[in-house]
């Protein structure tokens, strides 16, 4: 196979492009920027339908790794932002990816709509525009290629691994405070967690099946005081985790959200709502087996 990447500077984007690579396929490695390890310098959402058609000529296939993030904030609206980000280029993409005789594509989405989707009393969708635009963003994709084109859409949870100077950048933080001499607390809860490496293998096994299906991706399911304590022990710094009640959680998000509101800030997953994500258990079924350590070994020590 010829698979076009776009995002392939990223960190999944990277990844996504060695597994590909691996196997033996052909790349084609499109990103915003010129840097190393791009082929072509092209920004999609921006792209003539033209530009879009001529870069995925002789290729048999797509992957969008791209996109506006959850942690993005910025003031007044967020779904416009979103739906620049998520929806209109995946749709513009996918409309070239058809018309240029492509046999299959995947789009790295969030295991968010995999919780929607199974947990509709939870009701996320109508909390956060973030998990709107990932479901639409899905939905957009698979009209737009129509039914000789599947659209795999691989929900990916909290990634650990690094890609030449790439971060999960939820990480950043996160790091910065396992590595100071700060007291670590961590509420109930937890997440299904991956390697970065794992999203590349899920997608390229997807888009080897030409799979058209919803693909929820983990390695591992972590408390919340498993992972910060498996960071910090990674990061040099062993130590306690100790308890926090839920109260003091639910209490700053209300605040957060509050403050969000008077300073005209909207970010993609609600700040008052996050209670109903953070702690909860949010859990997948391993789609492989394997450990994240060398993943969080790798994130920790990043620079």
Known sequence: MKILVVGGSGLLGQHV??????????????A??????????????????????????????????GGMDDRAVGRGPVEPRLRA?????????????????????????SYYTYFDRIHPEWGLAAKHPYVRSRLEQARVARETAGPGLPVAVIEVPFVF???????PQWSVPIVKWVRSNTPLFAPAGGTAATSARGVGVATVDA???????????????????????????????????????????????????????????????????????????LYLEPS????VDDAIRETAVAR
């Open 32 to 65: 915003r920027t010129a840097r190393e390890g791009v082929d072509r310098t092209l920004d999609v959402s921006k792209a003539s339908h033209d530009e879009l058609r001529e870069a995925l000529d002789g290729h048999d296939g797509v992957v969008f790794a």
């Open 161 to 167: 691994g690094v890609a030449e100077d790439r971060v």
């Open 85 to 109: 980000g998520n929806v209109a280029p995946v749709a513009a993409l996918l409309r070239a990816a058809h018309e240029a005789g492509c046999t299959r594509a995947a789009v790295l989405g």
């Open 207 to 281: 888009l080897e099946q030409a799979s058209g299906a919803d693909i929820p991706v983990a390695e591992e399911n972590l408390q919340w005081a498993n992972m910060l304590a498996r960071l910090a022990a990674a990061a040099g710094r062993p130590r306690r985790v100790r308890p926090m009640p839920s109260w003091p959680v639910r209490g700053a998000f209300k605040l957060g959200g509050f403050l969000n509101g008077l300073t005209g800030k909207q970010p993609g997953l609600t700040v008052q709502h996050m209670d109903g994500l953070l702690l909860r258990e």
């Open 288 to 291: 492989r087996r394997a450990t």
């Open 17 to 30: 492009l060695d597994e590909l690579r691996k196997r033996g396929h052909e790349t084609t490695a499109i």
